[in-house]
């Protein structure tokens, strides 16, 4: 098995770890006397207000998503007085929160002709922004349903929010249920991963062939920065130690009779490049310019053939890049004047 097929391996193995992270919350209503001691919150403020507020569950109406039949949190048109507005809310625990997490839940509303409506909000500082809103005068069903988090400036310390309403309870507000309440947490990918890897690495670890373990340490190290490395905004990889920057595509043509190779960082072969590859260049060569009219780049001709150039006064060897006659291109290091090879 050769290291990059190990590699892959490794990443997959990394990749599966990594998925797996505590929930930062997570509740089945199984006794809704119980939350207020876990930092849940309601607050009813239906006008004029009703006789009931947010309740255990009635599985005469329909049975929990899951668990225990009565194992969800209701609310019903007994919000308000008959005639009257439906505007209850239950907030869940605060939770220090940060985009990409998820929250998770299921919802049902009963309708029966009477519009039922539920909103779904997060504060994280400045106040609460509605994330959905689900209605219908029909009933859905339990659905299952995940909104995430996004646009925070930072990690923050926040809730989510359901509010439950109705402008008219004459006319709309019958029965609604949610169930099964959880906020997934997105995985460290700096620890969790890299300690499966860790694991699995020490569990596998080559003892007796010295080329074997350096080639395990070579794995481990390219697989050390794939996982450290997260999908930014707009799905952007980062890396540690790492800016990415816009980058316009170059608009300055090659030279007539230029020659431009992309050195394939993994395996070290020149390779014509692709077009992407051609504007990094290019823009390499842009940045470098103060430096090329300071020091213009001096060409040779080697006894064996070829084009030599040096790249920089820093450089202690030329590139020498030669085009085969099969179309192939071999490239080598030729030493300076007296240095011996």
Known sequence: M??????????AVTASCSAVAAPLLVEGFDDITTLAA??????????????TSWFQGNQAF?????GPADSYIAANFNNAAFGGAIDNWLYTPALLLVNGETLNFSLRLLGEGALDR???YLDSGAGYSLLAGYESATDTGWQDLALQVNGLAAPANGRFAFRYVADDTRLNGNYIGIDTISVSAIPEPATIALMCLGALALGRWP????????NWLAALGLSSLAVAAHAGDHGLMQFPHVTAVAQTAASTPVAPGGF???????????TRPDPEQAALL????RANAPLARQAPPQLARPQHGGVSLML??????????????DGGIDHRCQPRSGERQ
């Not at 329909?62 to 899951?66: D, E, S």
């Open 2 to 11: 050769n290291l990059f097929t190990r590699l892959a391996g490794l990443l």
């Open 38 to 51: 876990k930092g849940w919150r309601f607050d009813n403020r239906s006008s004029p207000p009703g006789g």
């Open 62 to 66: 329909f049975p929990a998503a899951a």
């Open 118 to 120: 539920v909103e779904v």
């Open 207 to 214: 003892r007796s062939r010295p080329r074997a373990r350096r």
């Open 260 to 270: 431009m190779a992309y050195k394939d960082p993994l395996t070290g072969q020149l």
């Open 282 to 285: 290019r823009a390499a060569a």
């Open 312 to 325: 920089e006064e820093r450089q202690a060897r030329y590139a020498t890049a030669r085009k085969n006659t």
